[in-house]
Each structure stands twice: as structure tokens, then as C-alpha cells.
């Protein structure tokens, strides 16, 4: 086995793994406020993909900066998802939860059908065939750039979420709802925060999908989404680092699974994982906490 | 399940029956019969998948039981002879096996670790599917399925039709008993209250596990049928809009009751086809999402709540 290739598919991984990490990391901060399961989170990468996309298309300035735009747009279509969909159903059952996020899936993946088609599409990134020497292997400085915004937003959130007072308010929130609203913390406002924040670093996975130029089309979101969950599962409920290494484990066991065994079995491995993970742990590796 | 609370619907059942005996004489539209052959194909589908909602476990990936039915059923018919209308019972027990294993790392888990494990071995399945067993399953491009009749017999889809009819009243019968009888107390008191369930010595592990080998046969069965229906299965058949597609029946018709298959089914396919005729393709599917989150949000036990849910409101007013 060459070493080269092993590195080359870790690096891979690590490079997908960003992709997990931001929505596993949103969808851990919304579950951890509000207590609901959203399976209908990759729709808002999806749409922050097709944002990007756009504003590309239109303006032609470098991709990398529409980021800010794409999660401040996302911001906003959480909130109003939140405020529509999820607010109304409150406390009824993950179950209904899950029913609900259908819904979203289907009106949110057609919908960018409408507006956008259906076809495959990809966006060539500015920096296209630019390669770092790192030891004996080519990295392209997409993926480098792209492995340090990630690390950056998580920064900032990390930064967001111990020195503000709004992200005390939103720990005090996860921590203990009544609790909070006992203190005067108004939490329905912390709710359209947090599902608005969750949204943004969809939206920032879907700018860095985009820019790394992999294709994208309405139906892309599904499937990371519900592997995101998987890995909140993994790596423990709330826990900011169990997402970060669930999703480069993640990652790394995908691309090593799809290099070895052949592409098609990409998703499967990730299920295969979270089936074996269960069996072993019902609860999660480090489950417990949560609902 | 509240079997009394929906007796008004309970009772539509009979009259959908009526209809359906009587309503491909109505068109004598052969498009128009093979809609009413896959509906009801998917009203079994849909039951299938409440009976194992009913004991509270929500699968996102029935279409692996559909699909696994359909498979079994196409090869075992091929390779021996025999009439599918036998098959389909051996194809479905095949499903309902492969039921039982996945719901032994299921039994355990909460609701929503459940959703994703269903969700998720429907993708393992259709992977499976056209890589390890291709020469088998023909890969992506699927296979020949031997049909229900051959259609060199006479109105041979009117005959099929009707078949079908007969073994979704017998499904529905079936279920009906599952859930008057000891079986579906159980599954309604650990849905309820687990720990309860327990103390009044209720095994809740092989209930539960009971539930998931009824649903996925029963599924199985569904799956079967349209596939010797329309004479070719591909892998298609695990993906993700199968697995939706009886939730959101339920969803729509009521969670838990009987007849809220049986009517999501129903209402649900009028409108699709309705809006297939105004020539809606993404447009469908929007449609259904935003009703189906209408639903959830506003009328909660689905279709079936309906009339008292008028009534309630009307009182309130009155008063």
C-alpha cells in the first residue's frame, strides 16, 4: 500500500469532513436550544449553494467572499422557517418533527427546482489547478482554503458562544429552558437565533461545496443533512468537539470507503457505521444527554 | 390508536369499498384503472407502514421492505415457475425477515435514532442491491418481473385490478384484527408509556420486534404487487420518495387510526393526479409539502379528525 495514496485519502476526507463538521455543528447548536430534529437541514446547504451560485453568476467577484452573503440570506430563511414550521409544533414529538421536516424537504428541494432547474450544475473555483506541496503531495489550495474558513467560523462561533451575552443566553437556554426563562431570557428569541445561526453554517457548507467545485442540484442536501445527524449522534449530542472529529471521521471513512470498495458505497458506509455505533451504544458513544 | 374516536371514518372504509368494486366500470379508462390498481397498492403500503407507527416506531425507510418484497417475489417467480400471486407471499416473508433483523438494532433506540437507521438501511439495501448481488438484481438497469396475469388473457387488467382489491380489503381486515386484538393493546400501551407497559408485564422488545416483522410483510406484499403490476423492477424501487411516500399518507389521513391510510391514500393520489393534469411537475410536490405541513400543524390526527374538529369549532362559537 502506497503511503501516498493513504495520505491522499485523508486529505480527501479531511476536505469532506469540513462539509459535516459545519452542518453537524448547526444542527447540534439548534438541537441543543430548541430540542428539535430537523431533517430537512441540508435543504438550507442546498440553498446556500444554489446563493452562491448565483450571486457568482451575476457579479462575478470571488466566490470565497460570497460566503458572508449566503449565511446572512440563510439567516434570514431560517428564521422564517423556524417562525412558520417549527414554533407551531413545539413540544408535540420528534416524531412530528421528523413528519414536518418532509414537508420542508419537498416544498424546499422543488422549489429550487423551479427557480433554479434541475439539472447538475458546478462553479469553477478562481484558484482552479493551484496545488500546494505538502510532502509528497499535491494538495490544491481550494481545499486548504477551505479547511481554514471552516476552522475560522468554528472560531468565531466558539468566540459567539463563551464572551457574548446573547451566546450566554443561548447556553443558558440549552442548558435549561425554565431555568432561563426564569431568569428573564427571552427564549422563543433565542429559538429563531440558534435556528437561524445552524442555517448560516449550512449556508457556509453550501458556498464551500460550491467554490471547491463539486456539481450541486436541487436534491444534493438530503442526504449529508441526515448524515450530519449521524454524526451528532456519534459524537455526542451538543458537544462541539464530538462533531468536529465525528465529522472528519466521517469524511476520512467515507472517501477511504469509496477509494477501496468503490464509490457507490460512499452513503452506505456512513449508515453502516451508525448502525454498527447503535447496536454496540443505543444511546450514542457518548449519549446520555439530550432527548 | 382511538378505534372509536374515528367511527364515522371507520365507516367510509365501507363505502370506499363500494366504490372501488363498482368504479372501473365507471371510466372504462385503462389510465385511469391503473391508477386506481397503484392506489390501492399503496393504501397496503401505507397501512403497513401505520401498523408499525402505531407501536411508535416512525420508519423513513419502509421503500426497503417495498423493495425487498418486490425483489424476492420477481426472483423466486422467475426462477420457479410459479404464479405471482403465490410469490408474493414468500417474496414478502423474505421482507419481513429481513424486518426482523433490522428491527432487533431498532428495538432499543429512541424514536428518532430509529427514522435514521430505517432511513439510512434503505441506502445500505439499494447499494447492496447493485453492487455484491448484481448478477442477481441486474444492477441499476433492474430486471424483467413475471406479470400478475399474462396479458393475453382478455381485460386482463380489470382481473388484476379486482385481485388487488380483494387482497387489500383482506390486508386491511388483517390489520383491523392485529390492532382490536391483545396484540395491538400492547403496541398502543408501550407506544403510550413504556415503563407502564412494562409494569403490567408487557415484553416491549418483542412486540415491538413483532410489529416490525407484520409491517414489513405486509410492505413486502405492497411492493410485490406493483412490481408484477408493472412487469420491470429497478433500484430505484429503496429510494428515498418510497419511504416517504406512505408517511406522508398517513400523516395526512391520521396517525394511528385505520381508516387515515385508507383516506390519505385516497384524498392524497385525487390530488396528485389532479394536479398532474394541470401540468405541475415541481409544483406537486410543493403542493403536497405545504398541505402536509398544513395538516400537521393545524389538524394534528389528520383527515380522520376532521368532522369533530369542525364540530368542536363550531360549538366553541355557538357558545
Redesign the interface.
Known amino acids: 500500500m502506497d503511503v501516498g495514496i493513504l495520505l491522499q485519502v485523508l486529505f480527501w476526507g479531511i476536505y469532506a469532513g469540513c462539509i459535516y463538521i459545519l452542518l453537524a455543528t448547526g444542527l447540534n447548536l439548534i438541537f441543543g436550544v430548541m430540542k428539535i430534529?430537523n431533517?430537512a437541514h441540508g435543504e438550507f446547504l442546498m440553498i446556500g449553494a444554489y446563493v452562491t451560485a448565483t450571486v457568482f453568476f451575476f457579479t462575478g467577484i470571488n466566490p470565497y467572499l460570497i460566503i458572508l452573503f449566503s449565511m446572512l440570506a440563510l439567516i434570514a430563511i431560517g428564521a422564517v422557517v423556524e417562525r412558520l414550521?417549527f414554533r407551531?409544533?413545539l413540544g408535540?414529538?420528534?416524531?412530528?418533527?421528523?413528519?414536518?421536516s418532509?414537508?420542508?424537504?419537498?416544498?424546499i428541494?422543488?422549489?429550487a427546482?423551479?427557480i433554479w432547474g434541475?439539472k447538475w450544475q458546478s462553479v469553477k473555483s478562481p484558484y482552479e489547478g493551484i496545488t500546494v506541496p505538502v510532502g509528497p503531495l499535491a494538495i490544491p489550495l481550494d481545499y486548504i482554503i477551505i479547511m481554514v474558513v471552516t476552522a475560522g467560523i468554528l472560531c468565531g462561533l466558539y468566540v459567539f458562544l463563551k464572551k457574548t451575552k446573547i451566546g450566554r443566553e443561548m447556553r443558558a437556554t440549552s442548558q435549561n429552558r425554565k431555568g432561563a426563562m426564569l431568569v428573564g431570557i427571552n427564549v422563543e428569541r433565542m429559538d429563531i437565533l440558534s435556528f437561524g445561526i445552524g442555517c448560516a453554517l449550512a449556508a457556509a457548507a453550501g458556498t464551500l461545496w460550491v467554490v471547491s467545485g463539486q456539481v450541486f442540484n436541487p436534491y444534493m442536501g438530503?442526504?449529508p443533512a441526515?448524515k450530519a445527524?449521524?454524526i451528532i449522534?456519534l459524537g455526542g449530542l451538543g458537544s462541539l468537539p464530538g462533531a468536529i472529529v465525528g465529522g472528519l471521521l466521517y469524511g476520512i471513512a467515507e472517501n477511504g470507503a469509496a477509494y477501496f470498495?468503490?464509490g457507490?458505497?460512499k452513503?452506505?458506509i456512513?449508515?453502516?457505521i451508525?448502525?454498527i455505533v447503535?447496536?454496540i451504544r443505543?444511546?450514542?458513544l457518548f449519549g446520555e444527554s439530550g432527548? | 390508536m382511538n378505534l372509536k374516536g374515528d367511527g364515522w371514518a371507520r365507516m367510509s372504509i365501507f363505502g370506499v369499498i363500494a366504490v372501488a368494486m363498482v368504479a372501473p366500470f365507471l371510466s372504462g379508462n385503462l389510465y385511469l384503472l391503473n391508477i386506481l390498481t397503484l392506489m390501492l397498492i399503496f393504501i397496503i403500503f401505507a397501512s403497513a407502514w401505520n401498523l408499525l407507527?402505531y407501536s411508535g416506531q416512525?420508519s423513513?425507510g419502509h421503500a426497503a421492505f417495498f423493495g425487498i418484497g418486490a425483489y424476492a417475489s420477481t426472483l423466486i417467480a422467475a426462477k420457479s415457475g410459479l404464479s405471482p400471486y403465490f410469490t408474493i407471499f414468500l417474496g414478502a416473508a423474505v421482507a419481513a425477515f429481513i424486518g426482523i433483523l433490522i428491527g432487533l438494532?431498532c428495538v432499543?433506540?429512541?424514536?428518532?435514532?430509529l427514522?435514521?437507521?430505517t432511513?439510512?438501511?434503505a441506502?445500505?439495501v439499494q447499494?447492496?442491491t447493485?453492487?455484491l448481488i448484481t448478477p442477481i438484481t441486474g444492477g441499476w438497469d433492474g430486471i424483467a418481473s413475471p406479470r400478475l396475469l399474462s396479458p393475453e388473457i382478455p381485460g386482463y387488467q380489470l382481473l388484476e385490478y379486482y385481485s388487488i382489491l380483494i387482497i387489500t380489503i383482506a390486508s386491511i381486515l388483517i390489520i383491523y384484527s392485529i390492532m382490536k386484538s391483545k396484540i395491538g393493546l400492547a403496541l398502543s400501551a408501550i407506544r403510550e408509556n413504556e415503563l407502564e407497559a412494562r409494569a403490567a408485564g408487557i415484553d416491549p422488545v418483542k412486540f415491538r420486534l413483532l410489529a416490525f416483522a407484520l409491517s414489513a410483510y405486509i410492505a413486502g406484499i405492497a411492493g410485490a404487487l406493483e412490481i408484477h403490476h408493472i412487469g420491470y423492477i429497478t433500484p430505484e424501487i429503496f429510494g428515498?420518495d418510497l419511504s416517504?411516500w406512505p408517511?406522508?399518507y398517513v400523516?395526512f389521513g391520521g396517525l394511528g387510526t385505520l381508516a387515515g391510510p385508507v383516506i390519505g391514500t385516497i384524498v392524497l393520489t385525487i390530488i396528485w393526479e389532479g394536479l398532474k393534469l394541470l401540468g405541475l411537475t415541481?409544483?406537486?410536490?410543493?403542493i403536497?409539502?405545504?398541505?402536509?405541513?398544513i395538516v400537521?400543524?393545524f389538524l394534528?390526527k389528520g383527515l380522520v379528525d376532521l368532522p369533530y374538529e369542525i364540530r368542536k369549532r363550531l360549538e366553541r362559537k355557538s357558545h
Open positions: 430534529v431533517f414550521c407551531p409544533i408535540t414529538g420528534k416524531l412530528n418533527e421528523i413528519f414536518l418532509i414537508g420542508l424537504i419537498y416544498i428541494q422543488n422549489g427546482a423551479v434541475d438530503s442526504i441526515i445527524f449521524a449522534i470498495f468503490g457507490i458505497w452513503d452506505a456512513s449508515f453502516i451508525l448502525i447503535l447496536i443505543p444511546t450514542g432527548e | 407507527a416512525g423513513l438494532t432499543r433506540l429512541k424514536e428518532w435514532f427514522a435514521m437507521v432511513f439510512g438501511f441506502i445500505i447499494t447492496i447493485v453492487s428515498v416517504f408517511v406522508i400523516i415541481f409544483g406537486r410536490y410543493i403536497i409539502g405545504v398541505l402536509l405541513i400537521i400543524i394534528p
